[in-house]
């Protein structure tokens, strides 16, 4: 079993940044894939970012490529969300979530993880 914990969000004015972590408990920690995931008011939740077991490889959904960037340190059990220029459509509850498969792909979907957090809002005002 895995335990995911969410910190770093707040109230950002647009153009501002938020730097979310997300802390793993479990020795395996380095064997998944890490994943972060939205959900805005009154919307599906959806796909953010995500990295591989190694982090060589990342995937960004459009609306956040070029402003996050996912990164992770295995030492410390921790992946990390920066978050730049941000937007108020980037308001939203964001979690954190593992993948266990450990294919040497990375997932996108949420039904491909299997450990979630309980999520941190991020607001950003205009």
């Known amino acids: 079993q895995v335990q995911l914990v969410e910190s770093g969000g707040g109230l950002v004015q647009a153009g501002g940044s938020l730097r979310l972590s997300c802390v793993a408990s479990?020795?395996?920690?380095?064997?998944?894939?890490m994943g972060w995931f939205r959900r805005a008011p009154g919307k599906e939740r959806e796909f953010v970012a995500a990295?591989?077991?190694?982090?060589?490889?990342?995937k960004y959904a459009g609306s956040v490529k070029g402003r996050f960037t996912i990164s992770r340190d295995n030492g410390k059990n921790t992946v990390t969300l920066q978050m730049n220029s941000l937007k108020p459509e980037d308001t939203a509850v964001y979690y954190c979530a593992a993948d266990r498969s450990n294919t040497g792909t990375v997932a996108t979907t949420p039904e491909s993880f299997d450990y979630w957090g309980q999520g941190t809002q991020v607001t950003v005002s205009s």
């Open positions: 479990g020795r395996t920690f380095s064997w998944y894939g």
């Open positions: 990295i591989s077991w190694n982090g060589s490889i990342t």
